[in-house]
Structures are given as structure tokens and as C-alpha cells.
């Protein structure tokens, strides 16, 4: 008996070590310091040392400082474990900042249920204060003017203004490539389009863009002449030229771009190897730039002129032979070009050139007021002229047979009668002329509808 009593004794004072389960439910934030008018995020942490069996809690805030944006149907929570798998679980609620100050937010009637024992365990909670300030103004600057700007080695025209948003600089013939400088008048400002270039002969457009700190941006441009190389001063036809060295963008068409040597020098020109022309652009003494056809042979130059209707087109120059018509002269494209007409004062101008596809010379009919071409027929010339010949012949024989009769009639007719046989024999004839002339017009009316 005694001995059982100290056996009871002996487990009595043997501490057991067996520890009970504990909880927490606890809530965090994005941010504890939040500007005015802007939202941050808060956490509820419900956790066990542990499985989780049940639990529920109510998240209190300051209602004056903040507004629930979000998980609004959250704050009284009462929830439980289906499968007893964890021991941690969060629930997410975004505020907006309202007012100025100290926003309490806090967890009440806090409970956590064991999963294995099905009893409430230790839980503890928390709060935190999230502070609320104004928010902070950066001024950004809107400063986005250039305090300078150049192109290395040359001015600017005009003189460089921040308000000035367009210049232009000349640099020297030959000049390939250039530096444009720059710097902003705030050192916040950043720049682009500045640097070295690469320039060719004419303008050249070059845009340096100034962006401000609050990204506002504006745009200077400046333009970069390259002139053209000094010209090459060359005699043709006891006159002197100006060769140019840069053709204009409007060129003649059927030619093809080429170059060829002169005074040693390469020059551009233009080129027909149908018709074998070489076309170079001049400048006279006038200052007119004009196309010139280059006989290099003969080192002669001619005026190039060309016209066009609708898909072909010719160049203007000196008959193969003439025609038997009424010259005239028109002028075409400033230059005064030989000419024919059928009849003097007609709208209508017979004109020689050359097709510039085929090379083939031919007339041409111009109407000055339409300015279009059409082929002239030499064979309808040579049929207009025998019909013109002919109404000459019966003219001239008439007037001649008239007049012969009226003298006779005048120193022979010395009775009635005999005049009347002579004024008998005057009309027979006007007659048969007539008729000679009727069967003329007919023969040229077959030959026009032919």
C-alpha cells in the first residue's frame, strides 16, 4: 500500500510537458505613412501554431480619416477550416486617406478554434496608427528654351534668340559635315538632334528637340546650305557659259543621268542614246539657266526645246528639207522655232522635230491654242496643191476667155445679129468651163473622204 502511494506520489510531481496550442490575428499595412488622397493596402494575418479549425474577428478603422475601397463585405469575418490543411489564412482591404492625422485600425472579438480539439485557443491581436500628411508638391520644371545654339565654325541667321525657333547657316562649297551645338537654359532640360552631321549640296534640315523636366518640349530647326561647287567657265559659240554642276529636280524625260569630262572637270548631264544627244544644264549670261545640247565635236551648243502630247514626245529642231507653204515663225517655251501654214493666219502651225523614243524626224501639226501634236501628211499636202493648181487653171482661163470675147464682141459685132451669135457662143464656153470646174470639186471631195 505504501508502495503505490509513492508511485502516485512520484507521477504527481513529474512535470508533464505538454504545450497547448496558440493563435493570432493581426493587421498590417502597405504604408503606415500615406499622403492625402491616396490609397494603400491592409492585411489581416489570422494564424495558429497549429491547425486552423474556426475563427472570426471584426477589423475596426477610423471612419472620419479613412474609406474602404475595397473588402468592405469582410470586416466581420466568422469563418472555418473545411479540410484542417493550414494554419494560415489573409484577408486584403485597400483604404483611401480622406483626412489629415493619426488613423487607428484595429482588431476586435478575436477568436481561433483548434482543429484537433475543437476548443477556442489563445489568441492575440493588434492595432497600428497610419499617419496621414499632405502630399508632397514637386514642381517640375516647364523650362524647355535653348540658352545656345550654333553650328561650329559658322553663324547663324538670324542671331540665336530662345523665342527664334528656325535659322539658317551657309557653310563653304564642299562642306560634308557639320557639328550642331547646343545647351538648354535649365540644366534639367534634355536635348536631342545635336552632334556631328552629315551635309550635302543645298538645304539641309536639321530639328534639335528641348524636352523640360515636366516633359513639355519644343523644337528648333536649323537649316544648313551647302552651295553648290563654284561653276566652270566654258566658251561655246564665241560665248561664255556657266557648266552648272547640279541638275535641277524638274529634268527632260527620256534621258537617262550621266557625267562627262570638261576642262578635265566631271560634269553632270543628261543623255539620249536613241537620238545621241547629251544635254548640259547652263546658265548664260542673263542668268537663265536653261538644257543646252552639247556637240562635243564640234564644241557647239544649241538651245534644247521638247514638247509633249499626250504619250509621246518630240525636240524641236531644223528641218531635212522645206515645205512649200507660208512660213511663219511661232514661239514655243520662250524661243522663237520656224514654222509653216497652209493658209496665213491659220491657228494651226506645221512644226519639224525628232520623236525622243524613236529618233525618227517628222512634221508635226501644233494647235497653239490645245498645245497638242498630231502627224503632218506630206502626200495630202501634195494632193491639196494639184487640186489648188487645177481651180487656178479653170480661174485663169476663164477670165482670159471672157475677156476675149468682150473685145471681139466690142470691134466685130456689127449687127444685132451677130452679137448675138458672138454672146451665144461666149456662154458655151462659160458652160463648159463650168462644168470642168464642177467635175474638179467633186474629185476633191472623193479625195478628202479618202
Known amino acids: ?25 493581426k493587421v498590417s499595412a502597405s504604408n503606415s505613412k500615406v499622403t492625402l488622397n491616396n490609397n494603400f493596402t491592409v492585411t489581416v494575418t489570422v494564424s495558429s501554431s497549429d491547425t486552423l479549425g474556426s475563427w472570426q474577428f471584426n477589423l475596426n478603422y477610423d471612419k472620419k480619416k479613412l474609406s474602404i475601397q475595397s473588402g468592405q463585405n469582410d470586416l466581420s469575418v466568422a469563418d472555418v477550416s473545411k479540410d484542417g490543411s493550414y494554419k494560415t489564412t489573409k484577408y486584403t482591404y485597400k483604404f483611401k486617406a480622406i483626412a489629415l492625422g493619426n488613423a487607428n485600425i484595429s482588431i476586435e472579438n478575436a477568436k481561433i478554434g483548434d482543429w484537433t480539439t475543437d476548443s477556442y485557443i489563445s489568441t492575440s491581436t493588434n492595432n497600428i496608427n497610419v499617419t496621414i500628411k499632405e502630399p508632397v508638391v514637386i514642381n517640375y520644371s516647364s523650362d524647355n528654351n535653348l540658352k545656345n545654339l ?19 547657316s551657309t557653310v563653304t562649297a564642299n562642306t560634308t559635315k557639320i557639328n550642331l551645338q547646343a545647351t538648354p537654359n535649365d540644366s534639367k532640360a534634355k536635348i536631342s538632334g545635336t552632334g556631328e552631321k552629315d551635309v550635302v549640296e543645298g538645304n539641309n534640315s536639321f530639328q534639335i528637340i528641348v524636352k523640360a523636366e515636366n516633359g513639355s518640349s519644343k523644337t528648333y530647326t ?43 572637270e566631271e560634269v553632270p548631264c543628261l543623255q ?72 496665213e493666219g491659220s491657228k494651226n502651225y506645221i512644226i519639224y522635230g525628232r520623236e525622243l523614243k524613236t529618233g525618227k524626224g517628222h512634221y508635226y501639226i501644233y494647235d497653239k491654242e490645245i498645245e497638242t501634236l498630231s502627224f503632218f501628211n506630206e502626200e495630202d499636202l501634195e494632193s491639196l496643191k494639184n487640186d489648188n493648181n487645177i481651180y487656178k487653171i479653170i480661174s485663169y482661163s476663164a477670165g482670159v476667155l471672157i475677156i476675149l470675147l468682150l473685145i471681139i464682141i466690142i470691134l466685130q459685132a456689127s449687127s444685132k445679129k451677130k452679137m448675138n451669135i458672138l454672146i451665144n457662143k461666149m456662154n458655151e464656153e462659160l458652160t463648159s468651163l463650168k462644168t470642168i470646174k464642177e467635175e474638179s470639186s467633186k ?3 472623193k479625195k478628202e473622204k479618202k
Open 1 to 25: 500500500m505504501k508502495k503505490k502511494i509513492l508511485l502516485l506520489l512520484v507521477i504527481l510531481l513529474i512535470p508533464l510537458n505538454v504545450k497547448a496550442a496558440t493563435g493570432s490575428i
Open 150 to 168: 550654333s553650328v561650329e565654325g559658322f553663324s547663324l541667321s538670324p542671331e540665336f534668340n530662345k523665342s527664334t525657333l528656325e535659322y539658317t
Open 222 to 264: 536649323v537649316n544648313v546650305i551647302v552651295p553648290e561647287k563654284d561653276p566652270i567657265k566654258y566658251d561655246f559659240n564665241n560665248k561664255t557659259y556657266s557648266i552648272l554642276r547640279k541638275l535641277p529636280e524638274s529634268t527632260p524625260k527620256d534621258f537617262s543621268h550621266n557625267t562627262i569630262k570638261i576642262n578635265a
Open 272 to 343: 539620249n542614246e536613241t537620238l545621241n544627244l547629251t544635254l548640259l544644264y547652263l546658265k548664260d549670261q542673263n542668268e537663265k539657266d536653261s538644257f543646252y545640247i552639247y556637240d562635243s565635236v564640234k564644241n557647239t551648243i544649241t538651245l534644247y526645246n521638247e514638247l509633249y502630247s499626250y504619250n509621246f514626245g518630240i525636240y524641236l529642231t531644223n528641218p531635212d528639207h522645206d515645205l512649200n507653204l507660208f512660213k511663219t515663225t511661232i514661239k514655243i517655251n520662250d524661243q522663237e522655232i520656224k514654222a509653216y501654214q497652209i493658209k
Open 443 to 445: 474629185n476633191k471631195v
